[in-house]
């Protein structure tokens, strides 16, 4: 088991991974009481793969994570109010209230989101890496993913392109063993996913996502491989959530046992123990450390609900529209009110205009019987025979 760190970093990985769970309870809660919209993904039982991540990355570099991510804004150091106002959709929250749970989002922070594709992070993660490199920063990319989105194609195609371009970037697979209901052995042929990239040119290592300082040492030598040598590594953090894949899972994929045994191991639990044990914090200051998550997450909660929601008239404020080429009218149309080319039914190809015609007129006409169906009955204009062969009825054998 590797070493303590001093009591100062104990202290400070605990705080985290013990205010990462109290927003997540709260958020829970509060989106039960219908202040928090959308979907609500809970990483309850992660705490140490994220807190452990994050505790020894530098604040240039960039991390970019999935839909389950308000711990890992937290952990990056963004305010948990700003967080919880944006699960309220609320102006104070990080993407002003737009953006919701799905889409934290902190670019002065260096944490670049929140994304509900799955997968769909690594090519992103990817390009953050090349522009880092091309810039010639300094600044490693760390893309957080989890054991479903190992099987999406472009999980081959990013290891591909960070090994061939010797990419600045440490892929960080959060394995909770199931991808939504679907257990790992069910959905991944490789179940050790440390080996996954291996093939191409991204060597792995998999490490207990349970034990804070495992995750801080493994993530240590990765970010330094990726910093020093440019050489793009993979860790497989085996963890588990507590909470269903989201607040709309009835959990009938697994049994209760399993998650409880997994609760014996919490991260939180066992690290403040092994302080404790090993004398390097006092019970005291684990008090503490639950005490001023308690206080902050209340404050969050009351902040948030006292920030207004985003005006309607700044709707249209804040969207990505290209608006040389091709002309962003499609996203906000700004332009006269009239119908403009391809808008009006004129402009219309004549054939097209005669079916339309066509059609509206057939729609005033009841209907008379059946419709011929020709599939069955062969094309009624090229007069060809029925696609589907004869009759079964009519056929002699
Ligand atoms: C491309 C794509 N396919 C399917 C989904 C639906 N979906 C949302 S989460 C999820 C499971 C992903 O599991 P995993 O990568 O293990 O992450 P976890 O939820 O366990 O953190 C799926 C299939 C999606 N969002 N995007
Ligand atoms: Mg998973």
Not at 35 to 60: N, P, Q, W
Request: glycine share 10%.
């Amino acid at each position: 088991m590797p070493d303590l760190p001093d009591a100062a970093t104990c202290y400070e990985l605990l705080a985290r991974m013990a205010l990462i769970r109290r927003f997540e309870e709260e958020a829970g809660r509060q989106y039960q009481r219908a202040k928090a919209g959308g979907f609500l993904h809970l990483a309850i039982g992660e705490e140490a793969t994220i807190v452990g991540t994050t505790s020894v990355m530098r604040d240039e570099d960039f991390l970019i994570g999935t839909y389950r991510t308000h711990g890992h804004a937290i952990a990056r150091g963004t305010e948990p109010n700003a967080v919880m106002a944006e699960l309220f959709g609320r102006v104070d929250g990080t993407s002003g209230g737009r953006g919701g749970s799905m889409h934290i989002f902190d670019a002065a922070r260096r944490f670049m989101g929140g994304y509900g594709i799955v997968g769909g992070n690594l090519p992103i993660a990817a390009g953050l890496a090349l522009a880092s490199q091309y810039k010639g920063e300094d600044a490693v990319t760390v893309c957080m993913f989890g054991d479903g989105a190992s099987n999406a194609g472009n999980f081959g195609e990013t290891m591909n392109l960070a090994a061939l371009w010797t990419l600045p970037i440490l892929f960080l697979v959060e394995n909770n063993l199931y991808g939504m209901g679907t257990a790992i052995e069910r959905h991944s042929a490789q179940t050790d996913l440390s080996k996954k990239a291996e093939g191409y040119g991204v060597p792995g290592t998999r490490i207990d996502g349970m034990d804070v300082i495992a995750v801080r040492e493994a993530v240590s030598a990765g970010l330094r491989s990726a910093r020093e040598e440019e050489r793009p590594t993979l860790i497989e953090v085996v963890t588990y959530r507590y909470r269903g894949h989201s607040a709309a899972d009835p959990e009938v994929y697994r049994e209760r046992e399993e998650v409880e045994e997994w609760r014996r191991r919490d991260p939180i639990e066992s690290f403040a123990r092994r302080c404790v044990e090993a004398g390097v914090l006092g019970e005291r200051e684990v008090g503490q450390a639950r005490e001023a998550a308690e206080a902050t997450v209340l404050a969050a909660v009351e902040l948030a609900d006292a920030s207004p929601e985003p005006p309607l008239d700044t709707m249209y404020e804040s969207l990505y529209a290209l608006t040389d080429y091709p002309g962003g009218w499609y996203a906000v149309d700004e332009r006269s009110p009239e119908p403009h080319r391809g808008e009006h039914e004129a402009d219309m190809p004549e054939r097209a205009r005669e079916l339309a015609e066509a059609g509206a007129a057939y729609a005033e006409v009841e209907e008379e019987g059946e419709r011929p169906n020709p599939a069955l009955a062969g094309d009624a204009q090229d007069h060809t025979a029925s696609r589907t062969g004869p009759d079964p009825e009519e056929r002699e054998d």
